[in-house]
């Protein structure tokens, strides 16, 4: 079912931009509508403008084969107004969709070689290129850097004429990551032709004799920032949301074919147990625990503990998610003990708030990734607030009290209490037409769980 877009004020700034500036950069947190804003204007582009060429989005791989196309979808302004292409799979899967036609095509960007070299001796088609998460672009240097970004800058400024950069992190790891991103919108206009000549500008070198370290250099910042001040928008939630509240996000992910194939034998199974009789809503809710588990991406097997993995789609998404957000610590819930020992895993120094040493490790501001069971976290833990605000649920449960107090530990009250005015992120990480969204029309609603059942059960059958 589509939803109506009701823009928020900084929507139509973002629109201003593009609109008046060819190449341009959005620069936003996870979460305030990047990518619907940035395909209403393609949408205006297009349909209104009548623009001929098509548009090409790199983003990461999930990003280009799922958000896209579903943020289309979702909209009731865009669906059936804009045709998303993913140039994903095989070559000879990715040769198939470039022969489809379409307005927008999205792709990874390690199939940006790939894509140059369908294109050898012939018009390069993409006159508008959408680049999300445009970090991936930083390692660009004129005569050496990432291959990708290479083989990008051949077409850039010679046979693409709008360019957009997305990121909610433009320089997580210093003002250095601006150079390589910026040349795609103005060929080093505003920073320096060269990256050499961005560093010898804005930098001055620190060094021991062993090594050597480029420090900005008094004012570098402002200098920068009133460079790019005519191309790029930077937009703070905390200048448009009541920071008394959370922001919301929700992060879909699609099951695999195989794995969609084993979340219907568990739904109907389910089904099977609740039709026909009164079932309480505690007993409900348990019923459903398999599906979440599969929904998350791995099954327990028996009753040893053991555990086998179904897929790693809510990994894929949370990995992104981690990516978009820099250096600030998630804050991130858990339900199952196999979806624990799977970030433990996937991510290398995650942090599990259970032990005394990781709880310790949090409140001094250090890992990425804080792993918290909603009912181990809820009372009695202090401090996380002064390195963190945003909250990311990796699984979802019934539990509306544990929901909320894992929040707070974070909330928008302990970070004022914190004396800090910065807004709470919470991303949910649902897949999507699984019981994951009963859980998220459970928090919206508070109906019971017996009545969310058994009204998609219905709608299932």
Known sequence: M???????????????????E???ALWARPGMGKS?????????????????????????LRVARDTWSNEVDKWSHLHCALEVVPILGSDVERSRALRKPGQIYTTNYENLPWLKDQFKGRPWPF?????????????????????????LAGVAHKDVTRWINLTGTPASNGLEDLWGQTWFLDCGQR???TFNAFRERFFHPVSNGAWTRWTPRPGAQEEIQERLSDICLTLDPADWFDLSQPVTNTIEVILPAKARTQYRELERELFTMIAGSEVEA???????????????????????GAWAEAHTEKLDALEELGEATGDEPLLVAYHFQSDRARLLSRFSGAIDLAT??????????????????????????????????TVCFFSQDWSLENHDQLIERVGPMRQMQAGLNRPVMVHYIVARQTVDELVMARRTTKRSVQDLLMDYMKGER
């Not at 589509?2 to 008046?20: E, F, K, V």
């Not at 409140?363 to 607030?385: E, F």
């Open 282 to 304: 505690l007993n409900a809710a348990a019923k459903t625990q398999k599906c979440l588990q599969l929904a998350n991406g791995a099954v327990y097997t028996d009753g040893t």
């Open 191 to 193: 920073l320096g032709r």
């Open 2 to 20: 589509t939803r109506r877009y009701d823009p928020r004020p900084y929507a139509q700034l973002a629109m201003d931009l593009m609109i008046r």
């Open 36 to 60: 619907v804003m940035t395909l209403t204007f393609l949408e205006l582009l297009h349909n209104v403008h009548g623009e001929r060429s098509p548009t090409l989005v790199l983003a990461p």
């Open 22 to 24: 060819p190449r341009c």
């Open 356 to 389: 005394r040493d990781g709880l310790a490790m949090a409140q001094s501001g250090r890992g990425k990734y804080w792993l918290a069971h909603p009912a181990s976290v809820g009372h009695g833990i202090d401090g996380l607030q002064r390195h963190c605000s």
């Open 127 to 151: 006159a508008t290129v959408v680049c999300d998460e445009s970090t991936k672009l930083k390692s660009f240097r004129l005569r050496q850097g990432g291959k990708r970004a290479q083989a």
